[in-house]
């Protein structure tokens, strides 16, 4: 899409977006659902716990979260929001009977974009939900220009890059380990040499295409390393669960059934370095440099297979028995 069009309202469709609201009152969900249904897709939940859940599932573009609620407030959902990776980039308007500027104060330091405030006006909801979804398409366009690989449509290592940043000071947060999946189409050069470029640039699309469909959990995601190198990063997964996955995205790959004239397998495959650890800021480079090791490993080992700090046979045996 040309740059020009982010500054043009009129070419923005809006119908896609998805809307949460959240309120412990039904009756102000239906009141906001009669405002906004017809030009939008609405979501509701009546308690801050519910909305995480289905931010998890189904996430919205925009967040009307009512601020004084049982149990789990406004105030204490957005944070949550704003601390998960998935949902922290979701606009939060608040809606609020508050007055006193204190409160208000804290609205915004917790993460909030807006205020709405109660009773509602129709068209003071309208024009603040149509304003900010517009601006966060925009923004979602310019950060497709920035951060998606043009010829296979997902992510790029600028992407990668920053994203594993944040992935893992989540993780020295949480916690919790994160996992890394290098991967590489075996004797690229060779298919190029075989059938052409324009057809290279046909399986760099199928497999990126397939590798993303293999992912299931929304966390999850491939980016474009570099060439015929793709990354995938699995946040919060352990060593058997990452070669889970690897065996999944082998497999996928080999059953597209591609003939490969250069290979020894006669099809396309790919070969895959799998590495894990217990995430800290000082091992960003050793995570990307484990997974390459291992990579360079699985070549070594005839392609076509996954190579990893453990018997990833074994492994994979266990998980697959009949394999």
Not at 300 to 316: E, F, H
Request: net charge negative.
């Amino acid at each position: 899409m040309p740059i020009f069009q982010l500054n043009d309202n009129a070419d923005i469709d809006l119908s896609r977006s998805k809307v949460l609201v959240v309120d412990d009152q039904p009756i102000h969900i239906q009141q906001i659902y009669d405002i906004l249904s017809g030009q939008y897709t609405v979501l509701a939940a009546t308690s801050g716990e519910e909305a995480l859940e289905v931010c998890e599932l189904n996430t919205p573009d925009l967040i009307l979260l009512d601020v004084e609620m049982p149990n789990m407030s406004g105030i204490e959902t957005c944070k949550l929001l704003k601390s998960n990776m998935i949902t922290s980039e979701i606009p939060v308007i608040f809606v609020t009977t508050f007055t006193k500027q204190e409160d208000e104060n804290e609205c915004w330091q917790c993460g909030g974009i807006d205020l709405i405030a109660k009773p509602i006006n129709p068209m003071t909801v309208k024009n603040r939900v149509k304003a900010h979804l517009t601006i966060k398409l925009q923004r979602d366009m310019l950060l497709q220009l920035v951060y998606v690989d043009g010829l296979t449509s997902i992510y790029n290592r600028r992407y990668f890059d920053n994203h594993l940043i944040k992935i893992e000071n989540n993780a020295i947060r949480e916690h919790i380990d994160n996992a890394l999946i290098l991967i590489d189409i075996d004797h690229f050069k060779r298919f190029n040499d075989c059938y052409g470029h324009v057809q290279g640039d046909h399986i760099l699309k199928e497999v990126a295409k397939t590798i993303k469909n293999t992912l299931k959990r929304p966390i999850d995601f491939v980016a474009r390393y570099g060439g015929e190198e793709f990354v995938v990063l699995l946040p919060n997964t352990d060593l058997h669960g990452a070669l889970k996955v690897a065996a999944q995205i082998n497999q996928a790959i080999y059953d597209l059934s591609i003939e490969h004239c250069g290979s020894e397998h006669k099809f396309i495959t790919i070969s895959l370095g799998v590495s894990t650890s217990t995430v800290s800021k000082q091992q960003q480079r050793s995570l990307v440099e484990d997974a390459d090791y291992h990579l360079y490993q699985a070549k070594k080992q005839g392609r076509n297979t996954i190579a990893s700090r453990i018997d990833t046979a074994q492994v994979i045996k266990q998980i697959y028995p009949h394999a």
